[in-house]
């Protein structure tokens, strides 16, 4: 059988795609492009308006692919899945399958009964009582890509209630992970080549304080990857500000493979509009954590997410949240206009913000941000630092091939190198030499490793 998937949304998505690739792989499925698929998947998120409704338009395009034969049929999984979940069949007959976020454990033998005749329809909508763990594919080359970088989950749902997000409801209430799988799964991967793991989950901040937690904190569980041969760097996200531990804070200082790098969404620098959202953290509290951050850390890198024209949210509002982007100087930033979702506390409240003046609110903190992201991308200038290459560079320009790789925080860093194949996964000693406006340019000081 061959099989296409399309992502959409967070590094969760992207992971569960890989995973189900990888489950698919292991039954001898093979995957393919969009126009040779006998099944087409669509992994979905519903975070905002917007990406839900690429879904029915997704879906809506590829119906032209799937008329040309009966057997071909598509698979709608994740966030979308899980909030209208039948509702697809109805709408579109040649959907078989849902799944939502713990349904996606049973989505390869279901795909399997489907593809063989013996289900017509399934859905996968369940939410388990404890984290639904999923068959260790035998096939790992979809978790384990050239580039040797490897995404964990530790966790799963959130417990929040933030009033103007869905994903409560979409992924379910928290659910840790119980650490030794955790860390099986972690050296696995590095023994079979991974140097760079990304640990995920929508808060990884409270892990092991749900009912699976085992006595590990998230900071026990860090030391405990850091510790693992083979991983020469270490990230994690989401981060909850309310929830991070100083244990974690300290963390940054300690484990040299921990990565200098931090994202820590902030979503408004008003108090008055943070408290509306729910997020149980205020600005005082939010700066002396990047205080901590950055004792423990000088060089580290924050980064965040940002809602404008939340209900309510005034001119004066927003200045404070520009006020407060400007006092942290996030390296960069996602920004978004508040989007209304189904069911969540915040399509209640009122006033909502007039979208001609969400829009403009979003563009002038878009200007900020680029302002401060050039700066912080000049201050690099001539630092020595290494980059784990990823691919060749989209621009090619000059005698020797340009390849594209990633400093310890993440920053993307082109580096021309005489070799034009096999560098994907090594580690190269750069020097800085240009900063652009949202990567750096390096030089090659050493041998790749
Ligand atoms: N677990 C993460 C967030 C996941 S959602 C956390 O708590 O930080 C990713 C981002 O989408 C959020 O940080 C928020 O900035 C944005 N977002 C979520 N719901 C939204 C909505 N209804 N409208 C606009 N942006 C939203
Ligand atoms: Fe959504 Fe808040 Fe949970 Fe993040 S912490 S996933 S923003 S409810
Ligand atoms: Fe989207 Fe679901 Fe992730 S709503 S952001 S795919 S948790």
């Known amino acids: ?42 992994n979905t998120c519903s975070v905002r308006e917007k990406p839900e409704q690429k879904v029915y338009s997704e879906l809506g395009r590829v119906a032209a692919h799937l008329k040309r034969d009966e057997n071909v049929f598509a698979a709608v999984g994740g966030c979308v899945a899980q909030q209208v979940g039948e509702g697809f069949f109805d709408r579109f007959p040649f959907v078989r399958l849902v799944f939502g976020s713990d349904g996606i454990a049973g989505a390869p033998n279901a795909l399997e009964r489907i593809a063989r005749g013996t289900d017509d329809r399934v859905a996968l909508l ?26 964990v989950n530790i966790m799963q749902g959130c417990d929040n209630f933030c009033a103007y997000c869905i994903v ?19 050296r696995r991967l590095a023994e079979n080549g991974v140097r760079e793991i990304t640990l995920l989950g929508q808060n990884v901040n409270s892990f092991g304080l749900d009912k699976g937690g085992a006595g590990v904190t998230f900071a026990g569980l860090l030391r405990s990857v850091a510790a693992i041969d083979g991983v020469d760097r270490l990230r ?71 809602i404008v024209g939340f209900p309510g949210e005034t001119e004066e509002d927003f200045r404070q949240t520009l006020a407060m982007v ?11 206009k508040y989007s209304d979702r189904p069911g969540v506390a915040a399509v209640n409240m009122e006033p909502k913000v007039d979208p001609l003046e969400a829009s403009d609110r979003l563009l002038r903190l ?34 020797a091939s340009s390849w594209k790789g990633r400093d310890p925080a993440g920053r993307i860093v082109n580096v021309p190198m005489e070799q034009d194949a096999g560098l994907e996964g090594m580690i190269v000693p750069v020097t ?18």
Not at 273 to 300: E, F, Q
Not at 432 to 449: C, D, F, M, Q, Y
Request: glycine content about 6%.
């Open 366 to 399: 878009q200007a900020l941000q680029n302002n401060i992201t050039r700066k912080c991308l000049k201050e690099l200038m001539g630092v020595n630092t290494d980059a784990l290459i990823e691919g060749l560079s989209r621009k090619q320009d000059g005698p």
């Open 168 to 186: 409560p409801y979409t992924r379910g209430r928290q659910k840790s992970r119980h650490p030794d799988v955790i860390l099986d799964e972690c």
């Open 1 to 42: 059988m061959k099989f296409h998937i399309t992502t959409f949304g967070c590094q969760m998505n992207v992971h569960d795609s890989q995973w189900l690739t990888a489950a698919l792989e292991s039954r001898g499925w093979e995957e393919s492009g969009e126009d040779d698929a006998q099944v087409y998947i669509l």
């Open 236 to 306: 994690f996200t989401t981060s909850h500000p309310k929830d991070i531990a100083p244990e974690v804070i300290a963390a940054f200082g300690e484990l040299p493979n921990l990565c200098p790098s931090l994202h820590l969404p902030m979503q408004a620098g008003s108090d008055r509009v943070l408290k509306a959202m729910r997020r149980r953290y205020d600005t005082t509290r939010y700066l002396s954590i990047v205080d901590g951050l950055r004792a423990a850390r000088p060089d580290i890198s924050l980064t965040t997410d940002l």
């Open 326 to 336: 400007e006092r942290v100087g996030f390296e960069s930033s996602f920004s978004f």
């Open 126 to 151: 369940d939410f388990t009582a404890g984290f639904a763990e999923r068959e260790q594919p035998e096939k790992l080359s979809a978790l384990v890509p050239d580039t040797r970088q490897a995404f």
């Open 432 to 449: 800085i030499v240009e900063a652009k406006k949202h990567s750096l340019n390096g030089e090659r000081t050493g041998e790749p490793w």
